[in-house]
Every structure is written in structure tokens, then in C-alpha cells.
């Protein structure tokens, strides 16, 4: 029996000219996540084999990228909750990618804090195309 209500899933996609490989190489370097997602992640280090997201307020929090090439996933997830974050996915789309974004929701979300959240995810992903079809 649940215990809490299930989450609402909201995914995302984009259409990249450039290869599964190339999307998930940019993806998988944490270098590149204050690139395209710097509302999330303004500023990300590497200290005692934890990557830490440094906000723009100062706060701090740590975060791992659980990459699967085979898959061809990139989840950016909670050290401490891994059940929390954001889960990714690049397949193969013609001759190019497909990249899929998927975010969830406590069911008590606001509809418009929702879409407000849904509209940076849009615009991170146009990030991602733009970096991916330049290399």
C-alpha cells in the first residue's frame, strides 16, 4: 500500500542534429550544467568525489550524475535522495538525437509554479541543442 501520493511527471524533448553520442558527452560533463541549466546550477565543483551545486544565494547542495551510455541516460539526481531530480534520456532520432526530459511533481503543486518550471526546462533544452549542434 502507498504510504505518500504518487508524483506528477511532466517530460519534455527536443529534436538535436547531432549524434546520441556527442548529446550524451556534453550531458555527462558536469562542466557544461551551469552552460545550459544555470538557473539550477550556477556554478558546480568537484571536492572529495562529490560534485556540489553552488547557488547564487550561497547555498550549497550535492548532486550525482548517474550516466548510463548503454541506456543513453543522464540523470541529475540528489546524493542524498536519488529518487529526486531530473531523468534524462538521449535516443536515436533519425540521424540525429532526441533528448528527453523528465521532472516530478508533489501532486500539491500549483498548476502555474509547474509551468513556470516547465518553461526554464524548455529553454534548457534549447541549450543543450544549441551547445550539441555546434561541436
Not at 549524434?19 to 539550477?40: I, K, Q
Not at 550556477?42 to 548503454?70: H, K, M, N, T, W
Not at 529518487?83 to 532526441?98: K, L, Q
Request: glycine share 6%; proline share 6%; charged share 25%.
Amino acid at each position: 500500500m502507498l504510504m505518500k501520493p504518487l508524483q506528477h511527471a511532466h517530460t519534455r524533448s527536443i529534436a538535436v542534429a547531432a549524434s546520441p553520442a556527442t548529446v550524451l558527452a556534453y550531458l555527462s560533463d558536469h562542466r557544461n550544467l551551469p552552460v545550459w541549466a544555470p538557473g539550477f546550477a550556477p556554478s558546480v565543483s568537484e571536492r572529495d568525489g562529490q560534485l556540489l551545486v553552488r547557488r547564487d544565494d550561497g547555498g550549497e547542495f550535492a548532486i550525482r550524475l548517474e550516466v548510463s551510455a548503454e541506456r543513453g541516460t543522464v540523470d541529475i539526481v540528489s546524493a542524498v535522495d536519488p529518487r529526486r531530480g531530473a531523468f534524462t534520456r538521449v535516443i536515436p532520432n533519425g540521424e540525429g538525437s532526441e533528448y528527453v526530459f523528465t521532472l516530478f511533481f508533489d501532486a500539491s503543486t500549483e498548476p502555474g509554479v509547474v509551468a513556470a518550471q516547465m518553461t526554464v526546462v524548455d529553454d534548457e533544452l534549447t541549450a543543450v541543442r544549441d551547445a550539441c549542434e555546434t561541436r
